[in-house]
C-alpha cells in the first residue's frame, strides 16, 4: 500500500530552535508538495518540485524557510529560526502527472514555545 | 488573495439526507478542480475531480458539480452517512503548466445519526 510518509508526526520546540521536517514521497511520483494548515488559510502551499527541482517556493518565508530534495526518495522543510507563529501542521504531498490527485501525508504537527 | 473560497466552515445534515459542500473560485484560468476529504489527525484523501470541460462528474453517492459561468462548484452526497463526517476541502488548479493546486480553506461536515 503506497503512502507518503512524514517525520516526525508531532514536534514541539522552543522559539528559536531549528525545526527539519522529512517526507518521503511515493515511489515513482515525480512531484513534491509541501503545504501547512492553518485555521484561518486553510491549506497554504508552501513549496513545491517536480523531479526534485524546485518549481515554486513563492508561499514560503524565504527568510527562515528552506525546502530542499537531496534525492527522490526525500524532501525536507526546514525552518530556522522558528517563531510560535509557524505553529501548524505541515503536508507533504506527491503526484506523478499535472492531471491526478496528490497523495498526501498524515503530517506534522509542529508546536513552537 | 483567497482565490478558492469555502464560505461555510461547518454545515450539519441528518444521516441519509442530501450534504451540499460548496466553493467558489475567482481565477478563470483555473480548469481542473478536486475534492478532498480530510480525518482528524490524518492528511487529506482525494475524493472527486472534475475537468472544465465537464459540469457534472459522479461516482457512488458523491457528485460534483461545476458552473464555469459562476464560477462555482459543489459537492453533492447522497444518502450522507455518519462517516462522511469530515472536513472537505476543494482545490483548484490549471492543467497545463502548473501542478499547483490552490486549497479552500475547508467545511466541516457533521452527519447525524
Known amino acids: 500500500d503506497a503512502r507518503v510518509t512524514q517525520t516526525p508526526r508531532d514536534k514541539v520546540t522552543e522559539m528559536g530552535q531549528e525545526v527539519t521536517m522529512r517526507c518521503q514521497p511515493i515511489?515513482?511520483?515525480?512531484?513534491v508538495f509541501w503545504y501547512r494548515q492553518t485555521m484561518m488559510q486553510g491549506l497554504e502551499l508552501l513549496a513545491y518540485?517536480?523531479?526534485?527541482?524546485?518549481?515554486?517556493d513563492s508561499g514560503m518565508p524565504k527568510d527562515r524557510f528552506s525546502a530542499e530534495m537531496p534525492d527522490a526518495t526525500l524532501a525536507t522543510l526546514k525552518i530556522q529560526p522558528s517563531e510560535p507563529r509557524d505553529s501548524a501542521v505541515y503536508f507533504c504531498?506527491?503526484?506523478?502527472?499535472?492531471?491526478?490527485?496528490?497523495?498526501f501525508g498524515q503530517g506534522t504537527r509542529l508546536t513552537v514555545v | 488573495d483567497q482565490q478558492v473560497k469555502q464560505n461555510s466552515p461547518s454545515l450539519s445534515v441528518q444521516e441519509g439526507r442530501i450534504s451540499i459542500l460548496n466553493c467558489d473560485y475567482t481565477?478563470?484560468?483555473?480548469?481542473?478542480f478536486l475534492w478532498y476529504k480530510k480525518y482528524p489527525a490524518e492528511g487529506p484523501t482525494f475524493l472527486i475531480s472534475i475537468s472544465s470541460i465537464k459540469d457534472k462528474n459522479e461516482d457512488g453517492r458523491f457528485t460534483v458539480f461545476l458552473n464555469k459561468s459562476a464560477k462555482h462548484l459543489s459537492l453533492h452526497i447522497v444518502p450522507s452517512q455518519p462517516g462522511d463526517s469530515a472536513v472537505y476541502f476543494c482545490a483548484a488548479k490549471k492543467v497545463s503548466g502548473t501542478y499547483k493546486y490552490i486549497f479552500g480553506t475547508g467545511t466541516r461536515l457533521k452527519v447525524l445519526a
Open positions: 481565477n478563470s484560468m483555473f480548469d481542473y
Open positions: 515511489l515513482g511520483h515525480n512531484t
Open positions: 518540485f517536480r523531479n526534485r527541482a524546485p518549481l515554486d
Open positions: 504531498a506527491s503526484g506523478y502527472s499535472e492531471n491526478t490527485e496528490a497523495f
